[in-house]
């Protein structure tokens, strides 16, 4: 992301906000913050995010300038995390995955499906619509489901009492915004994932949130479920950003409840795709979410979490049927009112940069610059 763009990728209220980030110096990786309006350099006093999320009170650090000033020359943005865990949460919106599985059932009969739905319904009344996952209703509309014909392993995680939760992206190998996102060269069928991320301490305490592209290939998951980690775990597949924003009086969990996240695709052949996710349609709360991932681990530099999404595209971008899937050069923008914008152009994960400052790097690159004892 160029510095001259910084301003647009930042929430409307971003000078009542409190935001972590970071950015790639001359120098190495360096840890930025904005407080009213204003653009920090925290590296000295705190070297790493997650370091900088467990203690969330800083001197101040020193002041670059104006937001609107951008990054100083020669500066470019990276993800706004670095060695926390990676993790992802994926059928959280259990409406969406019954309503596949009735789709599926009736192949494409509306008509069918309206009669299926209602059968459900005479059964289990208003659960098909407002089921808590794990709860009583749940596991009567899954015996319904069962009696049906119509069980999957993936309503077993939609609507059942454990969620599904898996480790999305090695640690340090996010991109940010205005980075290039890679799908694998040899997928078909693929798709952005436009989703809140959760960013927590090493107590499993959800301190803040963002944004995240959790790229989906589903030609791979969809073959099977135990392709999931190759479909998942790609070079440039996991976007993160544009900024932490940390929680205060302005911005808490609960807008993180209400959150509304926008998705934009925009092809090099005119090609329009406009999508919306709304998390007051999530199955399961972010803090049950972020509970099921600590469960009895512990992340010693806090982890973050996908919350998954309720948009799969399937508007027709070629032949009638074929559904969409991307083209390189796709533009993609997340964005979201309190969190900003995440924007990445679509490569392949072959041609995409590739990953080359792991933790040993990015720990030399400190120990450099006097600073390793600040991480």
């Known amino acids: 992301m160029s510095a001259d763009n910084l301003i647009e990728i930042l929430p409307q209220d971003h000078a009542s906000g409190w ?3 970071r950015a790639l110096t001359p120098d190495g990786p360096s840890v930025i913050a904005i407080r009213d309006g204003l653009l920090f350099d925290l590296t ?23 937001v609107d000033g951008g990054l100083p020359v020669g500066w470019s943005l990276l993800s706004p995390i670095d060695l926390q865990c990676i993790k992802a949460s994926g059928v959280t919106f259990a409406l969406s995955a019954i309503e596949r599985v009735i789709e599926e059932r009736a192949r494409g009969d509306a008509a069918k499906a309206s009669e299926i739905r209602s059968q459900l319904e005479d059964k289990v009344g208003s659960g098909i619509r407002s089921v808590v996952p794990g709860s009583e209703a749940a596991s009567e509309l ?31 190998s996010s991109v940010g915004s205005g980075a290039k996102i890679g ?14 991320v959760l960013v927590c301490d090493s107590r499993g305490e959800v301190v803040g949130a963002t944004l995240g592209n959790d790229v989906n290939l589903r030609d791979f998951e969809g073959r099977s479920a135990l392709l999931l980690s ?3 775990d790609n070079t440039a597949s996991c976007s993160i950003g544009p900024f932490v924003r940390l929680f205060d009086e302005d911005f808490t969990i609960d807008h993180v409840r209400e959150a509304v996240v926008e998705l934009v695709i925009e092809g090099r052949d005119g090609y329009r795709l406009e999508g919306t996710n709304r998390m007051s349609e999530i199955s399961r709360d972010p803090l049950d979410l972020a509970g099921q991932c ?19 595209p399937t508007q027709d971008r070629d ?31 072959r041609d995409a940069p590739p990953w080359e400052m792991g933790f040993a790097e990015f720990a030399r690159n400190l120990a450099s610059r006097g600073l390793i004892d600040k991480i």
């Open 19 to 21: 935001f972590i980030g």
């Open 44 to 66: 000295d006093e705190v070297a790493s995010v997650s370091g900088a999320v467990a203690r969330r009170t800083f001197s101040g650090g020193r002041k670059i300038g104006p």
């Open 142 to 172: 899954k015996a319904a489901l069962i009696d049906a014909g119509m069980w999957s392993q993936y309503l077993e995680v939609a609507i059942g009492p454990d969620a599904e939760i898996f480790s999305k992206s090695p640690v340090l």
């Open 183 to 196: 799908v694998r060269s040899d997928s078909s069928w693929n798709n952005p994932e436009p989703e809140i």
């Open 230 to 232: 190759k479909a998942k």
């Open 294 to 312: 600590l469960s009895e681990h512990h992340y010693p530099d806090g982890f973050v979490l996908f919350c998954g999404t309720l948009f799969a």
């Open 319 to 349: 032949e009638p049927g074929a559904g969409f899937t991307h083209k390189m050069g796709d533009r993609v923008t997340i964005r979201s009112a309190k969190l900003g914008s995440l924007v990445n152009t679509v490569t392949t994960s």
